[in-house]
């Protein structure tokens, strides 16, 4: 008796157009990408119609947070090694390479200076939770921010910088900062916002 | 024909060996790939943030002589307080009126407004080159040059802005932008003065503080 043969089906996909694809989306993303900067505060800039678009490199960030803390990040590791030693150097402080090399790594800097080297002794994870609530000081008393420009500007000729501060930062801090600046004659800078169509 | 069809027959009989499968499966090749992509977009900014360059005067620059040189009928001070509202007085503040302080808002019809009508004719100048360039007549560079000139140019209102420590950022922003939609060329950031917080004060009053200073003498 012939039995109706079930015939089999094939279950095999073709998956070479598949990874076509994505092979194709992943060097598109690996070649557009820049990695976000990990900040330690969250910043909402506010919106503006400017369409300047900011230089990748050679760039001094400025981020205050709402609170009117002040963070710092260099783009380049051999300015940020640089950059310790000298403000180190004004107050008195030897760094060792190992705490300088730490310290080129961190992607934002912001502590006082007199705590610096009892931060760069703890390990990254337990400094991301400290620095957000550091900063450097920038007061009239102790003006920390001033000589950390200063050494940065000593550092690199080019550097351009850039505040970016969050929408709801008091204008009394901005004041403050706006003032060191200008105090160190460094005229032109940088205001970071997002874009915004201009409503008619 | 034979010939051809027995040394296909031919051919037929001798490949007895196993066809070799060539068939490779991409799925975990494919997986590998949808991972990586969803790290490479959650790690990424695809928008550049935009930036707004402002230049601020240096500090020794400024003597009094310098800062009274604006004409008060090109003056327009703008003062930024708190809660997001914004006054604005033109050329000289007179303190007894508190009317000569104007409320105005950050909206299109607010300081928008008020700062179009008063640059009127660089803005339509402006407008004039914007079309310019778009219909190719003139090149980038010249277009640069000309709107800097327009900018620049006599009979186009000085705007002061003073914020006070109450504002936020984002309102010195909008007063920036505001300058920019308004292409107004020459604009200034500085301190605010006691005077000037007076005369908010004494908006907030109605005039109240003039008259009860005067009674008092």
Redesign the interface.
């Known amino acids: 008796m012939a039995r109706a043969k079930i015939k089999k089906k094939d279950t095999?996909i073709?998956?070479?157009a598949?990874?076509d694809v994505?092979?194709l989306?992943?060097t598109f993303?690996?070649l557009?990408?820049?990695?976000?900067k990990k900040e330690p505060v969250m910043v909402s800039?506010?919106?503006?119609?400017?369409?300047?678009?900011?230089p990748e490199t050679d760039i001094l960030q400025i981020l205050?947070d709402p609170d009117g803390k002040i963070f710092m990040s260099l783009d380049k590791q051999q300015d940020m090694r640089a950059v310790l030693e000298a403000v180190g150097n004004d107050y008195g402080i030897a760094f060792t390479p190992t705490e300088i090399h730490k310290f080129s790594l961190a992607p934002t800097f912001g502590v006082a200076i007199g705590k610096m080297k009892q931060f760069l002794a703890l390990p990254s994870d337990k400094q991301d939770e400290i620095l957000k609530n550091e900063g450097i000081p920038c007061d009239s008393v102790d003006n920390q921010f001033k000589v950390w420009v200063r050494h940065a500007r000593e550092a690199n000729r080019d550097l351009r910088i850039?505040i970016?501060?969050?929408?709801?930062?008091?204008?009394?801090v901005?004041?403050q900062v706006?003032?060191s600046?200008?105090?160190l004659?460094e005229?032109?800078?940088?205001?970071?916002?997002?874009?915004k169509e201009?409503?008619? | 024909m034979a010939e051809v069809q027995q040394g296909a027959n031919e051919k037929r009989g001798k490949s007895k060996q196993k066809k070799m499968n060539v068939r490779v499966d991409f799925t975990p090749m494919v997986d590998m790939n949808m991972l990586l992509i969803t790290f490479f977009m959650l790690c990424t900014t695809m928008s550049k943030p935009q930036t707004m360059e402002i230049s601020m005067p240096a500090k020794e620059d400024l003597t009094d002589d310098q800062k009274s040189k604006v004409k008060a009928s090109e003056a327009i001070t703008l003062l930024l307080a708190g809660d997001d509202r914004i006054f604005y007085y033109e050329g000289q503040p007179n303190y007894e009126d508190y009317t000569s302080l104007k409320q105005s808002s950050y909206n299109a019809d607010g300081l928008r407004a008020m700062l179009l009508k008063r640059n009127a004719a660089a803005v339509n100048e402006v407008r004039r080159l914007k079309q310019d360039k778009i219909d190719l007549k003139i090149s980038e560079e010249e277009y640069k040059e000309k709107l800097s000139d327009i900018k620049g140019g006599k009979n186009t209102p000085t705007v002061i802005i003073k914020a006070t420590d109450d504002a936020s950022y984002k309102n010195l922003i909008d007063a920036l932008d505001e300058m920019q939609i308004c292409n107004i060329g020459k604009y200034v950031i500085t301190d605010i003065t006691e005077g000037d917080e007076f005369l908010i004060k004494n908006f907030d009053a109605k005039g109240t503080l003039v008259s009860d200073a005067a009674a008092q003498q």
């Open positions: 095999f073709d998956m070479t598949m990874s994505t092979v989306l992943l993303f690996m557009t990408s820049t990695f976000v800039t506010p919106a503006s119609v400017s369409e300047i678009k900011i205050v850039a970016k501060a969050d929408q709801t930062t008091p204008y009394s901005i004041k706006m003032s600046l200008q105090d004659r005229n032109r800078y940088n205001l970071i916002t997002n874009l201009i409503e008619d």
